[in-house]
């Protein structure tokens, strides 16, 4: 991986000295992107939650996770794990927002095709054309090739369309 | 008629909105578990540490909600700020073990169909363990080693142990000696023994003809990298260091000698 993420922990680097405002930093930064792709996967509930367990995770293992390579990298795989564990034992799978939620309008017809997508396919689709990412972004943040992605996407947008039929 | 791309461009909206009410859910409101100690004036002009306090905020509010699932620990985290930034900040527990399930609200889980007792430690592998199987047996090890077996066969075993709620606190695996292993199946392994707390994967010590031991070998390191519960035992390495005669000429097969010190591996990673 060799995107924002790791640009922006370097970059607050520079200019923090302490661990505390490195931290902060990558919690602004890098960990709110973190947060971006366990939402797109698992949904906002699981995926906020998740999110908070790996910063949390984070600071308390922040002197060995500051130096890697690819931090958040390696958060997301310990967040997928979490994830993995708790998907299982609350049989359950959320995406996204699993109660009404009243602002902005809901588009039910695009959350419920969203809820069918396969959740490689759904974090492809959320991430490139929901939160504005790159496809070189969503291959190193889901550790899989820029071809992946625009697989994934051409099959996710189809299944959308078809889906929602000619709604779109 | 709206496109789908800008219609998925308007759902950030929703998921944003979706996300800061969640966000918002888990900070502490009442200060029973976190208690937030201001040192200074907290001046607020500055975004990123406002943003950054909030991420922090939202970090407690994991704490909160691991501590009031486990009423034995300790009932405060004490959080210390400093214009607008966290300058201590002592945490409860990891995420592995912070991760306790999110039982649902409405209805209670069923519980896992059990069909014998749970198995503490367990090895499976193939023929290479299989022939250090009464050392294992000495260790305490219930050994599931077969010839000729592959990664997916082993996985069946391990899925099916999982689905019956027998797996226990130590699962060692050597699998991968008789063809390549999938990055699919690898990660559908580390699935199902992602709540044994020891896992410790063998890695492949195979000679250079056999193409497939280096790809193995890097699913297998890249799995305990990733795993917090997984640790990769450098059996490829340490095999050389192995006091007499160890291997059968196939250089991959453990003589007597070979297979007191494989055990001896194992139990060594796991503190036996």
């Known amino acids: 991986m060799g995107s924002g993420f790791v640009m922006s922990v370097e970059s607050s680097e520079a200019v923090m000295s302490t661990p505390s405002d490195r931290f902060a930093a990558f919690a602004d930064g890098p960990g709110a992107r973190l947060r971006q792709v366990l939402v797109a996967q698992h949904g906002v509930d699981l995926g906020v939650d998740l999110s908070a367990d790996a910063l949390a995770y984070a600071w308390e293992h922040w002197e060995r996770i500051e130096p890697m390579d690819n931090p958040v990298g390696y958060l997301y795989r310990v967040a997928r794990t979490a994830g993995r564990r708790q998907r299982r034992l609350a049989r359950r799978d959320v995406f996204p927002p699993e109660r009404d939620r009243e602002h902005p309008p809901f588009d039910i017809g695009l959350h419920r095709a969203l809820v069918a997508l396969p959740e490689r396919r759904r974090a492809c689709v959320v991430l490139v054309h929901v939160f504005d990412w790159t496809y070189a972004e969503t291959a190193d943040a889901l550790s899989v090739t820029v071809s992946v992605v625009r697989n994934e996407l051409h099959r996710g947008l189809r299944q959308l369309r078809h889906e929602l039929g000619g709604s779109s | 008629m709206i496109e789908l791309e800008d219609r998925l461009a308007n759902y950030r909206d929703v998921l944003d909105d979706a996300i800061g009410q969640r966000m918002a859910e888990r900070r502490p409101g009442g200060g029973t578990v976190v208690s937030v100690r201001d040192e200074g004036e907290l ?109 997916i066969n082993g996985l069946d075993a391990a899925l099916t142990l999982e ?14 000696t008789n ?51 997984t640790t990769a035992l450098y059996w490829n390495d340490l095999v050389d260091t192995c006091p007499g005669e160890c291997l059968y000429d196939d250089q991959i097969h453990l003589r007597p000698d070979g297979q007191e010190y494989y055990a001896a591996l194992i139990a060594n990673a796991l503190g036996l």
């Not at chain 2, 912070?98 to 649902?104: E, G, M, N, S, T």
């Not at chain 2, 689905?163 to 991968?176: A, C, F, I, M, P």
């Not at chain 2, 990660?187 to 410790?200: E, F, G, I, Q, Y």
């Open chain 2, 179 to 229: 063809g390549p292993i999938a990055a699919g199946d690898m990660d559908r392994m580390m699935d199902a023994l992602s709540d044994v707390p020891n896992v410790v994967l063998v890695l492949n010590s195979l000679p250079a003809s056999y193409t497939y031991g280096d790809g193995n070998n890097a699913l297998m390191i890249d799995a305990a990298m990733t795993n917090p519960n």
């Open chain 2, 43 to 151: 001046r607020r002009s500055n975004r990123a540490l406002v943003l950054a306090a909030a991420a922090l905020a939202l970090v407690i509010g994991g704490f909160v909600v691991g501590a009031q699932r486990e009423a034995s620990r300790s009932e405060q985290t004490a959080v210390t700020m400093r214009d607008g930034r966290v300058v201590a900040f002592d945490v409860l527990e990891p995420i592995p073990s912070a991760a306790p399930p999110i039982p649902p609200e409405s209805e209670p889980l069923p519980a896992p169909e059990v069909v014998g007792p749970a198995i503490p430690a367990l090895a499976i592998g193939d023929s290479v363990m299989l022939g250090a199987a009464p050392a294992l047996q000495e260790l305490g090890f219930a050994v599931d080693a077969t010839e000729s077996r592959d990664f």
């Open chain 2, 163 to 176: 689905q019956q709620g027998r797996l226990g606190d130590t699962v060692v695996l050597h699998l991968g």
